[in-house]
């Protein structure tokens, strides 16, 4: 028996109360027990003195978790009043539940928030790069003054009664949730809430920033019944352009039950056609701004050899194809087989474009042996047919980042210039270090609050060696 369940152990407190010290990656201010022991809280701000509710707090555990439920001594900028009460510990805890994820900041104001998060990427870069690096958080344009309102996509879990909810954070449990302030209106305004969605395990939802027509996408349990949810959904749908899509248990497809499987999504001259389950940049502005910026920042050349890696849709590709003109050329590469699909087919008439499926460390050592080993029973391209070596990279990640092989072998390719997007600080910092071990200088880093309300920053780094 281990000490967290041994009557005979000491049992840590419930509540603490406790002065917070500094922000750290991930959402949590970091505060000490008299007894010296660490305690990550959520939902507080340097230098208050909260009471702290204990969320994990083993005895033997290295440190603890926490959640404010008191205010004692506050912050000039905390908020008066949180941005989602579901979010909001002081309220939630009130009435014995914990709150849901995905505001976790949204106790402080604005400003307040971005220069957290301009601390935290400084910090990862300092300690995990080795780069001393000024850090300013950018806000996005047109934000709303309270950072509602800018979420594009939501996901939802479906309890028992069928119900839409979402997880607290480090939970399985779903609290039902009526509304979500984050998200667009459009999302809002389909009333997923008032729907018996029984059977269903996720939902996904996407309504384009232009105000086009939203698209809701169930995944269903193998004990689903497809008729009835078909007919609930129905309901949603009649008279209203919305699309709905469908993905069995096991079936590879997703079928579509009202209106078209995929959204439309635009950011300059440009279109794109994104399926439920592809992927796309959230905030409203963020396609606009980044198609602009991260292209800009790889500054490719008429003539020139573009590598687009983790493209998704190829919301970058498109720039690229413009800069690189009809004598260069653009390689994207993309994992997804849902999204890449989404790619072939807007790029279908671009000849210099070449999308590629598949995991990015694998596509390079099958195009590029020479940067790195082959997958087995994969031949060097002949010569003359394979692509010509970049002159740019474009890299835009997921959160766990490139990692090691990739960095390792766009080190080996020797490109003139790297513009690394990233979500997540650390895994980016840890990637930049590697490139500053091979003898690369980090050229300039910018940072975007693209998620505003929630621990979560956008930075664009650019590399040359």
Request: glycine content about 10%; some cysteine.
């Amino acid at each position: 028996m281990s000490p967290a369940t041994d009557p005979a152990a000491p049992a840590a407190p419930a509540e603490l109360e406790l002065r917070l010290g500094p922000i750290a990656h991930g959402g949590h201010t970091v505060a000490r027990t008299a007894e010296g022991r660490v305690v990550f809280v959520r939902h507080g701000l340097p230098g208050e003195r909260v009471r702290v509710r204990l969320t994990e707090a083993a005895p033997e555990a290295r440190f603890w978790r926490g959640d404010v439920v008191d205010v004692l001594q506050a912050d000039p900028h905390r908020r008066e009043r949180h941005a989602w009460e579901l979010a909001d510990p002081l309220v939630t805890w009130a009435r014995g539940r914990a709150p849901v994820g995905g505001a976790e900041l949204g106790h402080a104001e604005l400003p307040a928030q971005r220069q957290l998060k301009a601390a935290v990427v400084a910090e990862q870069l300092s300690r995990l790069a080795g780069l001393e690096h000024e850090v300013v958080v950018e806000a996005m344009p047109g934000e709303d003054p309270r950072g509602l309102g800018w979420r594009t996509r939501a996901h939802f879990a479906v309890d028992a009664a069928g119900r839409i909810g979402m997880h607290p954070h480090r939970s399985a449990e779903i609290v039902p949730v009526n509304g979500f302030p984050l998200v667009l209106p459009a999302i809002d305004g389909l009333r997923l809430a008032e729907l018996d969605l029984r059977g269903a395990e996720r939902v996904d939802v996407a309504a384009p920033a232009d105000g086009g027509a939203p698209l809701v996408h169930l995944t269903l349990a193998p004990e689903a019944d497809g008729g009835r949810l078909r007919r609930e959904l129905g309901r949603l749908a009649a008279g209203r352009d919305v699309s709905v899509t469908a993905r069995a248990a096991g079936a590879r497809e997703p079928e579509t039950w009202a209106g078209r499987p995929s959204v439309v999504e635009h950011a300059g001259p440009y279109r794109w056609e994104v399926s439920a389950e592809g992927f796309w940049q959230i905030h409203r502005c963020a396609p606009g701004l980044l198609h602009r910026a991260v292209p800009d920042a790889a500054a490719a050349r008429p003539g020139e050899h573009a590598l687009d890696l983790y493209a998704g849709a190829g919301l970058f590709t498109a720039a690229l194809a413009d800069a690189v003109g009809g004598d260069g050329t653009v390689v994207a590469v993309e994992g997804s087989p849902v999204t890449s699909a989404d790619a072939r087919r807007t790029f279908a008439d671009r000849p210099q474009v070449r999308v590629e499926r598949g995991s990015v460390e694998k596509v390079l050592g099958r195009l590029w042996p020479e940067a790195g080993p082959a997958p087995r029973g994969r031949r060097r391209p002949a010569r003359g047919r394979g692509p010509a070596r970049p002159d740019v990279v474009l890299l835009d990640p997921p959160r766990a980042g490139a990692g090691r092989t990739v960095v390792d072998q766009l080190v080996a390719l020797a490109p003139r210039r790297v513009a690394y997007l990233a979500c997540d600080p650390a895994t980016l910092a840890r990637d930049l270090g590697r490139f500053r071990r091979a003898g690369w200088r980090v050229r300039s880093v910018r940072a975007f609050d693209m998620y505003p309300n929630t621990h979560h920053v956008e930075t664009l780094a650019v590399l040359e060696p």
